[in-house]
Nanobody, 112 residues
């Protein structure tokens, strides 16, 4: 069973930055694509960014230019650097490794 753990969330002021991490306990991590989703209160879960096993990256329009996703296969970890945070970015951020291994999520709150 794959275990996925997100970390790095917290409270940040508008315009601030955070770096989230997604670590997975899985053999051959490099063979898995990794997706970051977010879910705000009262809203549906939405895909924010994806990095494929080959390193191909896609971003949602709402975060393109502000969020950067990267992976370190040796550490079995995917990172997401977020800058220029807005109150609308407030959500629980969840990581999915492969087709169906989810973490519990990490809360990001953007507020003054």
């Amino acid at each position: 069973q794959v275990q996925v753990v997100e970390s790095g969330g917290g409270l940040v002021q508008p315009g601030g930055s955070l770096k989230l991490s997604c670590a997975a306990s899985v053999t051959f991590f490099s063979l898995y694509s990794v997706d970051w989703y977010r879910q705000a209160p009262g809203k549906e879960r939405g895909l924010v960014a994806r990095i494929s096993q080959g390193g191909i990256i896609n971003y949602a329009d709402s975060v393109r230019g502000r969020f950067t996703i990267s992976r370190d296969n040796a550490k079995k970890t995917v990172y997401r650097q977020m800058i220029g945070l807005k109150p609308d970015d407030t959500a629980v951020y969840l990581c999915k490794v492969g087709p169906n291994s989810w973490g519990q999520g990490t809360q990001v709150t953007v507020s003054s």
